[in-house]
């Protein structure tokens, strides 16, 4: 991975003292950052010195984490796809019940309960799905607005 910040050095002297007795006052600080799942090149060629194959060692140990985590995150998607379908299944299962009920309760009586029974259902499925098409393009509204910034 590339370094965050590249390097970087600061030197200042500063001379301190009375005019009689001056003294030379100097410093210098280098800083460097690097961030990433590998350690700092010089530092891995530091492991490969110190230990056998250290540097290859911890090559296979960042390859082996990267590879976990992405079967994870794709097992992850998996379960939540899964989760989605069996939610639609069964709510279509439930209005299934709920319109057929509604209708055997209609056909049987005639009253205004079979009705309701039927309306129930519908003007929720209608409802929902109004509701999740205005939330998706306000997502979808954000989300490109997000990237024009």
């Given at each position: 991975?590339?370094?965050n910040?590249?390097?970087?050095?600061?030197?200042?002297?500063?001379?301190?003292?009375?005019?009689?007795?001056?003294?030379?006052?100097a410093?210098?600080?280098?800083?460097?950052?690097?961030?990433g799942?590998?350690?700092?090149?010089?530092?891995?060629?530091?492991?490969g010195?110190?230990?056998?194959?250290?540097a290859?060692?911890?090559?296979?140990?960042a390859?082996?984490?990267?590879?976990?985590?992405m079967?994870i995150?794709?097992?992850?998607?998996?379960?939540?796809?899964?989760?989605?379908?069996?939610?639609?299944?069964?709510?279509?299962?439930?209005?299934?019940?709920?319109?057929?009920?509604?209708?055997w309760?209609?056909?049987?009586?005639?009253?205004?309960?079979?009705?309701v029974?039927?309306?129930?259902?519908?003007?929720s499925?209608?409802?929902?799905?109004?509701?999740?098409?205005?939330?998706?393009?306000?997502?979808?509204?954000?989300?490109?607005?997000?990237?024009?910034?």
């Amino acid at each position: 991975m590339v370094p965050n910040n590249p390097k970087q050095s600061n030197s200042m002297q500063v001379e301190r003292g009375n005019s009689e007795q001056r003294h030379l006052v100097a410093s210098h600080v280098h800083r460097e950052q690097f961030s990433g799942p590998l350690p700092h090149p010089e530092h891995l060629e530091r492991y490969g010195n110190i230990v056998q194959d250290g540097a290859e060692r911890i090559f296979k140990m960042a390859e082996n984490q990267a590879e976990h985590r992405m079967r994870i995150e794709s097992e992850i998607v998996k379960a939540d796809i899964r989760r989605s379908d069996l939610g639609l299944l069964y709510g279509f299962l439930i209005c299934l019940v709920v319109t057929g009920s509604g209708v055997w309760i209609t056909v049987q009586n005639g009253n205004l309960i079979g009705f309701v029974a039927i309306l129930t259902p519908l003007v929720s499925i209608v409802g929902l799905f109004i509701y999740n098409r205005k939330s998706q393009s306000k997502d979808k509204e954000e989300q490109s607005s997000k990237k024009k910034k």
